[in-house]
């Protein structure tokens, strides 16, 4: 598809599932680099009244486990700690309340500026994780990317010509984990062939 036919996808599953009087949470999950932010601002654009909640503010310090030494399986429990996005974001925004967290700073591999995100009509919580099973009760529609792993890549590569296999290797090694172990994609209410 198209990021034009994606777009349009996107909001037609959206507008169908928005009832009156509620906020409607939405994840959009995908490898990195499949274009799930592309998607989530051009919603955003199109529809307004939409706040975005990115799963990549709430990974945890690289320099606090040993990445290089640790399988998949157990990378998947260490990168995102789902819970503090439950807590600090989710539960608030569910509740209609603002919501207030400390952003992971990748460059300094640390948790840095304060994020404020307003409980929207439409909350679109965007990244990769964003549909594991413990986040999915609090979800009403999941939208999945599905580019091609060699796609993927070469877009993380383009828009960071410094990215070292250091990080990348692991990094898609457990999201290769995550697609075939845990399955997000056929739990997906919309499957998104990205093409371009």
């Known amino acids: 598809m198209t990021p034009?036919?994606?777009?349009?996808a996107a909001i037609t599953l959206i507008e169908s599932r928005k009832k009156k009087d509620a906020r409607l949470f939405v994840a959009i999950d995908?490898?990195?680099?499949?274009?799930?932010?592309?998607?989530?601002k051009e919603i955003r654009n199109r529809l307004g009244g939409v706040a975005i909640l990115r799963?990549?503010?709430?990974?945890r310090p690289l320099n606090e486990y040993p990445v290089a030494s640790l399988p998949p399986e157990e990378l998947y429990e260490h990168y995102f700690p789902w819970e503090r996005m439950r807590d600090e974001a989710l539960i608030p925004l569910r509740r209609g309340e603002t919501a207030r967290y400390q952003r992971y700073d990748w460059t300094a591999d640390g948790l840095r500026d304060w994020i404020v995100v307003e409980p929207e009509e439409i909350v679109l919580v965007e990244g990769v994780y964003s549909h594991r099973p413990e986040l999915r009760e609090m979800l009403d529609v999941a939208?999945?990317?599905?580019?091609?792993?060699?796609?993927?890549?070469?877009?993380?590569v383009s828009r960071s010509p410094h990215s070292?296999?250091?990080?990348?290797?692991?990094?898609?090694?457990?999201?290769?984990?995550?697609?075939?172990?845990?399955?997000?994609?056929?739990?997906?209410?919309?499957?998104?062939?990205s093409t371009e």
């Open 4 to 8: 034009d036919e994606m777009l349009r």
């Open 55 to 59: 799963t990549d503010h709430f990974f």
């Open 30 to 40: 995908g490898g990195t680099g499949a274009g799930k932010s592309t998607l989530a």
């Open 143 to 156: 939208i999945f990317i599905d580019a091609p792993r060699d796609e993927r890549r070469r877009r993380v």
């Open 164 to 193: 070292s296999s250091d990080w990348m290797t692991p990094w898609m090694a457990t999201e290769d984990w995550y697609f075939d172990h845990i399955r997000p994609r056929d739990a997906a209410d919309l499957i998104l062939p």
